[in-house]
């Protein structure tokens, strides 16, 4: 590979570079995963909530109902077997005690046992059993009759009632032909296991079944979900690059990605204005720029050519070059000083002085066109009204106003300006044309940076687009109440409210 290839390999388009730099650092995870984890801990929660309900709530409930249902049929069979012993076995039973008890438990769907002390089964007559072992272990008694011992000692009664290994036991001791007998009740647990076991497996299946479930919804969710996300991203790309025309929509998605497309249009706008105005303003910049120095040429062109032999006509000439220079100078002057303002870096001076008298002085620098261009000003200017601020760049304010209403004034070429007491610590200033005015929806732009209205051309002075910006940040720094009222056809009122300075306050008593 030559070297110029291996360089061009190794280093990726600027515009994939940039991308990739303002990618997250941090690993982010899929917006599909995140929302099956959340779908399928979701479910799992559930089987477990239902596992759970089943386990505790749904056994715990059988067990209590089985235990109550035995007290009362154990209590039911204590009392007809006491009172078989003292009155005798009903006739039907030919005096079987076995029979008897037999019948009574399959009437009540129990096990019924009469035992010794020791365990040893008095009641029914137990079969005999030879060498099966599974029988005789139902027969013996040995070890539960302790149970039945101790629960009865633990209980200090003469009934308990208890749950034994797989058996609900309702024990009762007797005494019968003066021997200590205990009445044995039990209702076995095996239905209850079975049917738990299978309810176990049920919810196996239940449980297999709600995670497909849950995989196809949150696979089907997040895709709706993360599609316009997707979309978005995609023209998000495409207008870094600069593509103003890119449209995002998010209907049918919901309110927030409706939000969303919203900002992300009027992110567009401001963009594409931001991005408008700056080829305005090289443009407009450029036309000034070149006004004044293709007049320097011109001029210093004369002087070499014609002129400079003759000094009256030379200096006439380069006069000209002078001002042409001043005023390519206070261009690039407003230029930085916007700049410095704006970004913070210049220090606003906070001077008392007499504003009559300085706006008089910038009335003054008028006057040219009151004698070459036929204007007429209108000055009512209260005397003696002092502010606190910095006086050179509050006079820039005033001079950009004025400036401003000049320039737009109507054909009458009148300008009023008027500066007076408003309250009593306030004063205003005020300055009037009666030019075509602002068109309403114009009004909250004029003070952007680089505006300049659609008509901006058929202006008789040209401007930068600064002078209202300009006046804008110097006011906004010395939180000064500013503003403009405007009716299209009549004309505009530019107004700022200065503080009247303490000194001024004080002086006045
Ligand atoms: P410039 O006057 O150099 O264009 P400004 O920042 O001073 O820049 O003004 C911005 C815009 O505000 C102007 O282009 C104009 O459209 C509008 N404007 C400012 N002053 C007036 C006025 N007195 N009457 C009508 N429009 C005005």
Known sequence: MSKAKRDKAAKPSKNASIRRSYRSKQRSTSIYFLLWAVFAAFSLLIVLLFGFMERVLITQTYKQEAAIELNEKGDRIERMIG????????????????????????????????????????????????GDDEMAGLFDFGDRIRVLLA???????????????????????????????????????????????????????????????????????????????????????????????????GNDYGQEMVALADTLNYARDELSKTDRMQKELIANVSHDFKTPLTMIKAYAS????????????RNKHAQVII?????????????LELSKMQSGIAELKNETFDMSAYL????????????????TFEVDVEDGLYTAGDELKLGQVLYNLIGNAVNYTGEDKQVRISLKRTGERIFRFAVT??????KPEELPTIWDRYYRSSDAHKRPVKGTGLGLSIVKTVLERHCFVFGVNSEVGKGSTFYVDFPLSEEQTNGDQ
Not at 433 to 438: K, M, N
């Open 83 to 130: 009172n078989a012993f003292e009155n005798g076995l009903p006739p039907e039973y030919r005096g079987s005690l076995s029979t008897y008890i037999r019948t009574l438990s399959s009437a009540n769907g129990v096990d019924i046992f009469i035992l010794s002390a020791e365990g040893e089964v008095i009641a029914p007559q137990v079969p005999t059993i030879g």
């Open 433 to 438: 044309d009666t030019g075509a005015g602002i």
């Open 302 to 313: 004369m002087i070499v050519e014609i002129s400079g032999d003759v000094p009256e006509k």
């Open 360 to 375: 008089h002085e910038i009335i003054g620098r008028f006057d040219y066109l009151k004698e070459t261009q036929g204007y």
């Open 151 to 249: 629960a009865l000692e633990e209980k200090q009664s003469s009934t308990v009632i208890y749950e034994g290994e797989g058996e609900y036991v309702y024990g009762a001791e007797m005494r019968v032909y003066g021997q200590d007998m205990y009445l044995y009740v039990s209702k076995s647990l095996d239905l209850m296991v079975a049917a738990s076991e299978q309810m176990g497996s049920r919810m196996v299946v239940v449980a297999i079944f709600i995670f497909i479930l849950a995989f196809a919804v949150s696979s089907a969710v997040s895709g709706w979900l993360a599609r316009p996300i997707t979309e978005m991203t995609k023209k998000a790309e495409l207008l870094a690059r600069g593509d103003f025309a890119v449209d995002f929509h």
């Open 323 to 335: 001002d042409e220079a001043d005023r390519l100078a206070s261009l690039v002057g407003d230029m």
